[in-house]
């Protein structure tokens, strides 16, 4: 099963800049605009595959920087990633903050504590825990993946998170690593799953690890959790076709969602969706690759068949 994965730098430097603005209160028209600009995102993506540039149907991953990031990088002082804990994969976890996130394009320093904090060991099945810090997703059972480090930590500073203030909302909770992450920042985390047996194991793991500012429901997250919007992030970490109405309507004024849109069997781009006074701007970011969204969209997308 393919797991969360990025393409090179150059799309990620080339893809921010594609934004557009589309009105509230016509939800269709948004999911129909979402479609129409997806398509010219993944066919200029695919000009750029064509081109050269490295796709992210395997399991590729962003290497150097590139000319501009070397150059940001001359102007500003680095964060600091000592190691945090003293659990026996404290060292590799900061390595894992210095090589594959903070020497990349992600510079939010809450971002990266929040990285270098988390023990994404403890999320993984017992026979992943050796690679638990490495570069890539890794399989959590069902069919699903925990996502690579590097994708978690791009999503998380996407939703522009005010430290002790933002309550979130994520769909897929999968293993719980992102919801904990997210916890590391948030005031309240609410986080649902369509797989009762990860919702529970991930509700548990979450629990014992003392996030009690998280809570997991079971239920398909097409529908968002109502009882707690509005949210001033949404994050969706399995692929989507299309953005689920009820998620727009769940988020507040000022806030942003972020999901991985586009085909849910082949690759999806990452698109960031920032609600402001009525109206929506959506913006295209870099290729990846999740694991579909389930559940009601799916229903949806066979009877259009
Ligand atoms: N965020 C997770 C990784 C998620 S993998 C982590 O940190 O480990 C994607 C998850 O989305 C899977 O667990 C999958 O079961 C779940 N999922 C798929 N469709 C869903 C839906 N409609 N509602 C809620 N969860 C869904």
């Given at each position: ?115 270098n904090t988390v ?111 509005p949210y001033d ?31 849910p069997y082949s ?39």
């Open positions: 099963m393919a797991g969360s994965v990025a393409a090179g730098p150059r799309q990620i430097f080339l893809a921010r800049s594609r934004s557009i603005i589309v009105p509230l209160g016509a939800s269709r028209r948004v999911v129909l605009s979402a479609i129409a600009v997806a398509v010219l995102a993944i066919l200029g993506s695919a000009f750029l595959l064509m081109s050269g540039d490295k796709g992210g149907q395997d399991d590729s991953v962003p290497g150097d920087a590139n000319e501009s990031e070397r150059e940001r990088d001359k102007q500003e002082p680095a964060t600091e990633v000592e190691p945090t804990g003293n659990d026996e994969y404290a060292e590799d976890r900061s390595r894992m903050v210095k090589t594959q996130i903070r020497s990349r394009d992600v510079r939010d320093p809450d971002v990266l504590t929040a990285m023990p994404r060991h403890l999320f993984v099945p017992d026979h992943q825990v050796p690679y638990a810090y490495e570069d890539r997703p890794l399989p959590i059972g069902y069919g699903q993946t925990i996502s690579q480090p590097y994708i978690v930590a791009v999503m998380t500073e996407e939703l522009n998170l005010q430290p002790g203030k933002s309550r979130a909302l994520e769909v897929g909770t999968g293993s719980g690593y992102q919801a904990a992450v997210l916890a590391q920042i948030c005031s309240e985390v609410f986080s649902v799953e369509i797989i009762p047996e990860l919702a529970q194991s991930a509700a548990k793991t979450l629990e014992t690890l003392g996030y009690s500012n998280v809570q997991v429901r079971n239920s398909d997250g097409y529908y968002g959790w109502e009882e707690n919007a992030a949404i994050i969706v970490t399995c692929a989507a076709s299309h953005i689920p109405p009820s998620l727009i309507e769940q988020l507040a004024d000022g806030g942003r969602l972020v999901l991985p849109l586009g085909s690759w999806q781009t990452l698109t960031i969706i920032e609600k402001q006074d009525g109206e929506t701007k959506l913006t295209y970011s870099f290729p990846v690759v999740f694991v579909p969204m389930t559940g009601e969209i799916e229903e949806q997308e066979s009877v259009q068949e």
